[in-house]
């Protein structure tokens, strides 16, 4: 893989985050699925996700940058199997609706899971290191729109925080919006 | 019936969203410095969250 391919892939994983954080926004807007704070940590670690592919397209690919991917994609898979593991016993509910007969914290395991195993595969690619320098200036509009999409996701949410928690504590199990 | 998380949680999580916003920022600004240290920064608030916060009993017996 060289590292145009290398690049075009790092686009594309910023248009992934954007659409697992777009589908929990859509859930939290159109289901009224308010974030509890360990799903808002797991959207934080979506988030988080999204800061190896930025720095790879703006530097050009490095281990680096793939390892800060890596230890969110660990953290986030660890938070969302704090949860699975509160709802395990037989008969438990789960916390929200499920989607395709899986609760949001189960498919975040998936997603974090496959994260970790993407970004191994993709590390194996050493060409893509080969040559390594500022990307500054030639990124193109579908990186550019992918960045962008990226940043208005995580901005969302910070409205939808402050809105959902105002200036005070965050509700455990939040059914409404403070602010509004 | 909905279940209910963890003792009560304060209003870190807005902070944290700006935080993390803040480090995308400043990737996609190119400011590589500045990115990797609010990545550190972010990361260990989330987890130092995490373990303040993950405090019920797991219902589980082996």
Known sequence: MNRATAITLNVLALYGISLVLAVAFAAQLWLGELPCPLC???????????????????????????????????????????????HILP??????SALFGVHYYSWAV???????????????????FAASGPETGRISRF????????????????????????FAACPDDPTSYRLL | ??????????????????????????????????ALALFAVSLSVNLLTFLHHATDVLPLSF
């Open chain 1, 40 to 86: 808002m940590l797991q959207r934080l670690q979506f988030a988080l996700l999204a800061v190896g592919p930025l720095l790879n397209i703006r530097f050009g690919p490095r281990p680096g940058h793939s390892a800060l991917s890596l230890l969110a994609a660990l953290a986030g898979a660890g938070f969302a199997l704090r949860q699975v593991a509160l």
């Open chain 1, 110 to 128: 998936v997603a974090f899971t496959g994260a970790v195993a993407l970004i191994g595969l993709m590390l194996l690619c050493e060409r893509q």
């Open chain 1, 143 to 166: 990186a550019r729109l992918a960045i962008a999409l990226v940043l208005l996701m995580t901005a969302l949410n910070v409205l939808s925080t402050v809105l959902m928690c105002g």
């Open chain 2, 1 to 34: 019936m909905r279940p209910t998380y963890q003792k009560e949680t304060c209003m870190i999580f807005t902070g944290l969203f700006i935080l993390v916003l803040a480090t995308l920022a400043a990737a996609a600004a190119g400011l590589r410095r500045l």
């Open chain 1, 91 to 96: 008969g438990d509910p789960g916390y929200g």
